[in-house]
């Protein structure tokens, strides 16, 4: 591989503030990884000189299509037909995040990896996404409360054991 080429493969993953700045700080690597988001997205490489002048630097095509609210112009075929729809929009949200030209208003790397971990698990158990309606909330917070109470009955003795170990079995089962 030449030098030349080295050079221009790096400038496509460079900070914006770097190179205003020739300072690296924590968040250039969140910058760097956007990159490579982008490039998972779209099948693309960061820089490339065989493309139409719009779609040369692919962080400003990338952020250009999501201005425009056309994310799927980019978004490489095999990847959103063989991806959730949802999930592919949730990480190109969280790529344009990453790009930010201004470090202080990107995510910090944990912030990354955690919001990443949530999109896996809930690709993995859809069930584990769940939004609490405003209506049911009131049931809930009755329901919890009536586990407590009934607990603290089992706990003091007012009950026989075998009132207590089913009343037990059924508080600790449910999930709210």
Excluded at 98 to 115: F, G, N, Q, Y
Excluded at 123 to 134: D, G, K
């Amino acid at each position: 591989m030449q030098l030349s080429t080295l050079v221009q493969e790096i400038l496509g993953y460079l900070d914006p503030e770097y190179l205003q700045t020739s300072q690296m700080n924590e968040k250039s690597d969140v910058y760097s990884f956007g990159v490579v988001l982008v490039e998972l997205l779209t099948r693309k490489m960061a820089l490339t000189f065989d493309a139409p002048e719009e779609e040369r630097n692919l962080t400003n095509y990338f952020l250009k299509s999501m201005r425009d609210g056309d994310l799927f112009r980019i978004v490489d075929d095999k990847v959103a037909k063989g991806g959730d729809i949802g999930q592919i929009k949730q990480v190109a949200e969280l790529a344009q995040r990453c790009l930010r030209v201004k470090s202080d208003e990107r995510p910090t790397m944990k912030e990354v990896a955690i919001e990443l971990e949530g999109l896996r698990v809930r690709h993995q158990h859809p069930w584990a996404e769940v939004t609490v309606n405003q209506e049911e909330t009131p049931i809930i917070m009755y329901t919890k409360r009536f586990c407590k109470n009934i607990n603290k009955l089992a706990t003091n003795g007012d009950m026989r054991d075998s009132e207590t170990s089913t009343l037990h079995l059924l508080t600790d089962e449910m999930v709210i």
